[in-house]
C-alpha cells in the first residue's frame, strides 16, 4: 500500500491558537520534455481551452499543510492513487478513508475507491466510486481484519475503447485485481484475476505483490510497474498483454535492491524514468524520501538509484502524472501526506509540484512548494457550486484540520446576517477522529459584538457519530430561524464525547474580520476570540 507521510499540522487549541498565515508565494519549477499531448488522452469529448494559468496551494506561508476541497466543499477523499487526463478533463483517483477505514484495525469497513474530475487541477467535482465496495465480497476483501486494497491506477485502452483500473489486494496470490468500463468514472466491473510472471503462483495469498503503477508507452504497448514483498520490497516491470488486463512473462525483477515501495513510470525525451518511495515505510511520516532511476527501455536496463528528497516532503511518494503545460510536457508530482493521527487518514493531504530537470536529464530536488503557478496547455477556469442564498460564506481557501471539539471544549463562529429572512440552512465542516462515543451538536445563538455567543440557543440539533465522516465535509443543518439583518450571531459545535473528538476546518489569514471565531474550554460557560481565525460555514438566508 502507499504509505508514510506528514503530521496533521500545529495545533489549535485555545485563544488565538495555531496562528498560520495565507498561502505562501508561488514557487515555478522548471519543467519540460517531450511538446507533446498528455499521456492516456482517452476516447474523446469536450477539451477545455488553452493554455490556461493555474494555482495550486500545498500549505500556508508558515509550512501549515492544507486541505484541498472539492466543488461542493467538502475535503477530497482519494489518496494513494493517481491524476490522468481523459476527455478533456483531469481525474484524480484515490483510496476513500471516509468511512473509517484504518489498516491494521479488525472490522474497521473498507471504504471503496473514488474519482474526481477537474478542468484547473483546483476545482475538482467529486465523481463517486469506481464500484460498490460496500457489498460482502469486498468487505471480506478489503476491510481493516485484511492487509486492505490500495492504489487505483486507471489508464485508456485505444484498441478497445475501454479504460482499465488496477487495484492493489492481499486476498489473492497475484496481488492485483483488474476492472473495465466505458468512462473514466466507471462504474467499473471486475474481469478476470491478472497473471503475472512476478508471485502470481506464490503459495498463499497475502503478501507477495504491492504498491503499482500502470503505464502506457507512445506505442500503445503498457507496463506494470510492481512492489514485489516476496524480494523485500524490489521493484520489478512487467509488460502487459493487448487488453492491459494480464501480463506477459516479459518481466526485469529487482530493478530496486529492496526496501522501497509506491512506483511511478514515465517517459521523457526518449528516457524511461522510475520514482519510488526509498525507504517503503507503513504511514509514516518525514523518512519516506523519494529516489528514481532511469533506462533506455521500461524492461531496463536501469541505472542505479538517485535521491530526490528525504522526505517526500513530509510524505510518501503516489504517482507522477504527465501534464500538457504550454511550454511543452510536464510531470506533476504527487505524494500522499499521511496524518498518521488515530489513524484517521482521510485528513491526508496531498503535495503536488512539476518535477524539475538538469540539462543531462537528471531530476532535481525536490524543493517542496507552498505553492505553484501552472501554465496548462489544455484547461479552464472551473468553479464552486453555487449555493442558492447565500449569506455567508468563509470559502475553501486557505484551510487545515484539527479536532478538539469533546467534553467541555466548544468552537464558535459568529456572523452577522445581511438581510433580513429566515435562515434556512447553515453548514459547518466537521469531522471525526477517533471514534468519538457522543455525537456532535450544533447549535445557533444570539452573539455581541465582543464576537461571542450570548444566552440560550434558538435551535439546537444533534447528530449521531454515524452521521459524521471521517473526512472533513459540510455538515447541513436546517434552522429556519428568523433572523434580522445586522444583528449578530454564532454557530456553536460541541460534543459530549469522552472518546475520540469533532474536527474543524480553520485560517488565520484575517480574511474575514468582521466575523470571528470563539474558543470554550468550560462547556460554552465562556468563550475567547481566536484573533484572524476563521472557521470553515456556509449560511443561507430566505
Known amino acids: 500500500m502507499s504509505t508514510g507521510g506528514g503530521a496533521a499540522g500545529t495545533a489549535a487549541s485555545g485563544a488565538a491558537g495555531a496562528l498560520g498565515g495565507s498561502s505562501g508565494a508561488a514557487g515555478m519549477a522548471v519543467v519540460g520534455g517531450d511538446a507533446g499531448a498528455i499521456g492516456d488522452a482517452g476516447a474523446g469529448g469536450t477539451t477545455p481551452s488553452g493554455p490556461f494559468l493555474t494555482h495550486l496551494d500545498n500549505s500556508a506561508a508558515s509550512g501549515r499543510q492544507l486541505t484541498r476541497f472539492d466543488t461542493a466543499g467538502n475535503a477530497i477523499d482519494a489518496h494513494d492513487g493517481k491524476i490522468a487526463f481523459f476527455d478533456g478533463l483531469y481525474y484524480l483517483y484515490g483510496t476513500s478513508y471516509d468511512c473509517g477505514y484504518k489498516w491494521g ?21 467529486d465523481r463517486g466510486a469506481l464500484f460498490d465496495a460496500s457489498t460482502a465480497t469486498w468487505q471480506t476483501r478489503c476491510n481493516g481484519s485484511t492487509y486492505g486494497c490500495y492504489r487505483p491506477h486507471v489508464v485508456f485502452n485505444a484498441s478497445t475503447k475501454k479504460y482499465v483500473l488496477w487495484i492493489n489486494v492481499y486476498d489473492n496470490q497475484v496481488g492485483y485485481r483488474v476492472f473495465t468500463s466505458s468512462s473514466p468514472a466507471g462504474p467499473f466491473t471486475e474481469a478476470a484475476e491478472p497473471t503475472l510472471a512476478v508471485n502470481a503462483t506464490a503459495p498463499v495469498a497475502g503478501l507477495n505483490n504491492g504498491d503499482h503503477d500502470v503505464f502506457v508507452d507512445d506505442d500503445g504497448v503498457a507496463y506494470v510497474a510492481i512492489t514485489d514483498w516476496r ?3 524490489a521493484i520489478a516491470i512487467e509488460r502487459l498483454d493487448a487488453s492491459y488486463l494480464s501480463g506477459t512473462g516479459n518481466v526485469v525483477r529487482t530493478i530496486t535492491p529492496g526496501s522501497t515501495e509506491a512506483p511511478a513510470l514515465f517517459k521523457r525525451n526518449g528516457v524511461y524514468y522510475l520514482t519510488y518511495s526509498d525507504p517503503n515505510c507503513g504511514y509514516c511520516s518525514d523518512i519516506a524520501g523519494t529516489s528514481y532511476r532511469t533506462a533506455a527501455s521500461p524492461l531496463g536496463p536501469w541505472s542505479t538509484g538517485k535521491s530526490i528528497s528525504a522526505n517526500s516532503c513530509t510524505g510518501q511518494p503516489s504517482f507522477v502524472a504527465t501534464i500538457a503545460l504550454s511550454t511543452g510536457t510536464g510531470f506533476l508530482y504527487g505524494s500522499d501526506r499521511w496524518n498518521n493521527a488515530a489513524k484517521n487518514e482521510a485528513l491526508a493531504n496531498f503535495f503536488w509540484a512539476p518535477l524539475a530537470f538538469g540539462a543531462d536529464g537528471s531530476v532535481s530536488p525536490l524543493t517542496c512548494q507552498n505553492s505553484v503557478d501552472l501554465s496548462l496547455a489544455v484547461g479552464s477556469a472551473g468553479s464552486q457550486v453555487t449555493v442558492p442564498n447565500l449569506d455567508n460564506d468563509a470559502g475553501v481557501a486557505g484551510f487545515s484540520s484539527y479536532c478538539d471539539i469533546h467534553g467541555a471544549i466548544q468552537r464558535a463562529q459568529t456572523f452577522v446576517a445581511t438581510r433580513s429572512g429566515t435562515l434556512s440552512r447553515a453548514a459547518f465542516t466537521s469531522f471525526q477522529d477517533g471514534d468519538a462515543n457522543v455525537g456532535l451538536t450544533l447549535a445557533i445563538y444570539t452573539a455581541s459584538a465582543a464576537l461571542v455567543p450570548t444566552g440560550q440557543p434558538l435551535f439546537t440539533t444533534t447528530l449521531a ?37 469533532f474536527g474543524m476546518e480553520y485560517k488565520d489569514d484575517a480574511s474575514m474580520p468582521t466575523i470571528g471565531a470563539a474558543y470554550s474550554n468550560d462547556n460554552g460557560q465562556s468563550f475567547k476570540v481566536e484573533a484572524g481565525r476563521t472557521l470553515k460555514f456556509q449560511t443561507t438566508i430566505q
Open 231 to 233: 524480494m523485500g520490497g
Open 465 to 501: 457519530p454515524s452521521a459524521v465522516g471521517f473526512a472533513p465535509k459540510n455538515l447541513v443543518i436546517t434552522p429556519n430561524l428568523s433572523v434580522t439583518a445586522g444583528t449578530r450571531y454564532a454557530l456553536v459545535a460541541s460534543s459530549a464525547a469522552s472518546a475520540g473528538c
Open 105 to 125: 484495525t479488525a472490522n474497521a469497513p473498507f471504504c471503496g475507491f473514488k474519482s474526481y474530475s477537474s478542468t484547473d487541477l483546483v476545482h475538482f467535482e
